[in-house]
């Protein structure tokens, strides 16, 4: 009876206080509500990239790992059209100390210069040997330094000669074998009255000259920079013939005068044009240059960059862009994985597809539906293969506006080929030596 009342009067208790139980309940529950909700929230990550870029990274990239990726959503950010503007805007990004970027895109070659500068997070240990054994060996000599990885490619690139096939054909030429024979080709269309131009390169003073430049300078035996001895080259008669060869194309008209103000997107209109009939350039030309709406589409081929003559070497410079992490990021876990399903064969396929470019996952070369697509990229991987990586040394920013602004004003005749890779020589030994002595970085 006893028990009974008191169990009676400790029920009662409980009704008259009930809400001292349950508010401190349901607080608890409202917490740990918003903390699961809030740990389900996507991370969004930024990353910044050129204007041409950017589209079909939008589109089939992000795309993907937006869709079937629902913690993390990539933004893709459009810069400006030039290599150059990027890094710059990302330097200005980490020298601020707050960048807004998690993602870092790079450039083949900036992974040395970013990692020297401590902006990137160190990679090595997040990718086992097998993680990385479908890319190539230059792409991933491109994202080291110092032996630690920092950049893992997203896609490979190459410089590729274009050529107009129907106009060699109705000539009886054959595609040429030296850059002598390209400009002897060229002449003979042009005096034909087949095209107004014929040689078409990149001139204008930024980082797209010095990868055309690269790729003449070693089709001339010469070199630029050791990245091993950091000897420099510049002041070689090779490379001096090499600056020589280019103003003669303009000097004798088979390059418009033009040439020396104009980046990739300029040439490749001109060509598709109909109005050249070689064109250096890089592969994403292919699937425009052979869209319904072009004057040359079915009519041209792709080869490999020819060399002079006087040497046995040919030069592709390897070009290629790729991940990084920003050290600042508040999300290293999520751009891990997102670094991870951005470079996996499946999801670059659909994206290569479309714009053309490169992978960097090497089976794609010969995947049956890319052949099927594009019956180049066999030649593509073969080409790769045997494409030349500017240096990857951590004053490589420096060194390639040194080239830039010197062979521009070769080009434009504001000096000899002579005086200018003399005085571009001495501006890089002075770099290099101030980097030996840990001066510059
Ligand atoms: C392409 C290449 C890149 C190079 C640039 C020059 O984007 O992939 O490596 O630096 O062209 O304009």
């Known amino acids: 009876m006893v028990g009974m009342r008191h169990l009676i009067s400790q029920g009662r208790r409980f009704w008259q206080h009930w809400w001292k139980f349950l508010l401190p309940g349901l607080l608890l529950l409202g917490i740990v509500t918003l903390a699961v909700a809030n740990s389900q929230a996507p991370v969004t990550l930024r990353v910044l990239m050129t204007a041409p870029d950017t589209p079909p990274w939008r589109e ?129 269309l042009q005096q034909r009255g087949d095209v107004r131009w014929g040689y078409l390169w990149q001139g204008r003073q930024y980082e797209g000259s010095t990868a055309m ?94 060399g002079s003559e006087t040497s046995s070497r040919r030069g592709s410079c390897l070009g290629g862009w790729g991940l990084g992490i920003a050290k600042t990021s508040k999300h290293p876990q999520e751009a891990l994985e997102a670094i991870r399903f951005l470079t996996k064969a499946a999801v670059q396929k659909p994206y290569i597809l479309k714009a053309g470019y490169m992978p960097s996952q090497r089976s794609l070369f010969t995947d049956p539906e890319v052949v099927a697509n594009y019956a180049h990229y066999p030649t593509l991987k073969a080409i790769a293969d045997q494409a030349v990586l500017r240096p990857p040394i951590a004053q490589y920013a420096q060194a390639t506006d040194i080239l830039q602004r010197y062979l521009s004003a070769a080009l434009t005749n504001q000096l000899t080929a002579e005086q200018a890779m003399q005085a571009a020589a001495r501006e890089t030994r002075l770099l290099l030596d101030a980097a030996r002595r840990g001066g510059a970085s």
Do not use: C
């Not at 993907?64 to 059209?81: S, Y």
């Not at 490619?153 to 590729?160: A, C, F, I, L, N």
């Not at 510049?234 to 390059?255: H, K, N, Y």
């Open 213 to 306: 430049f690269v790729e003449i300078i070693q089709g001339f035996d010469g070199f630029w920079i050791d990245p091993q001895t950091l000897e420099v080259g510049l002041d070689q008669p090779e490379v001096i013939r090499a600056v020589d060869f280019l103003r003669s194309t303009i000097a004798e008209g088979v390059s418009p005068a033009g040439v020396t103000t104009y980046v990739e997107e300029d040439t490749r209109l001109i060509f598709q044009n109909g109005d050249a009939a070689f064109l250096r350039s890089w592969p994403y030309v292919f699937p425009l240059a052979n869209q319904p709406d072009s004057a040359i589409r079915g009519k041209f081929e792709m080869m490999p960059m020819v």
């Open 60 to 188: 089939y990239l992000a795309e993907a790992l937006n869709t079937r990726q629902h913690r993390i959503r990539v933004e893709v950010v459009e810069g400006p059209n030039s290599p150059n503007l990027i890094e710059d805007l990302y330097t200005t990004a980490f020298l601020l100390g707050n960048s807004p970027y998690d993602l870092v895109y790079m450039d083949v070659t900036w992974a040395p210069k970013f990692a020297a500068a401590g902006w990137l997070r160190d990679l090595t240990e997040d990718f086992s040997t097998q993680d990385l054994a479908g890319f190539s060996p230059q792409d991933m000599e491109g994202g080291k330094y110092n032996g630690r990885l920092y950049r893992v490619p997203v896609r490979s690139d190459t410089g590729v000669l274009y050529y107009r096939r129907d106009l060699l054909e109705a000539a009886g030429l054959s595609p040429p074998r030296t850059l002598e024979e390209l400009v002897a080709i060229a002449k003979s």
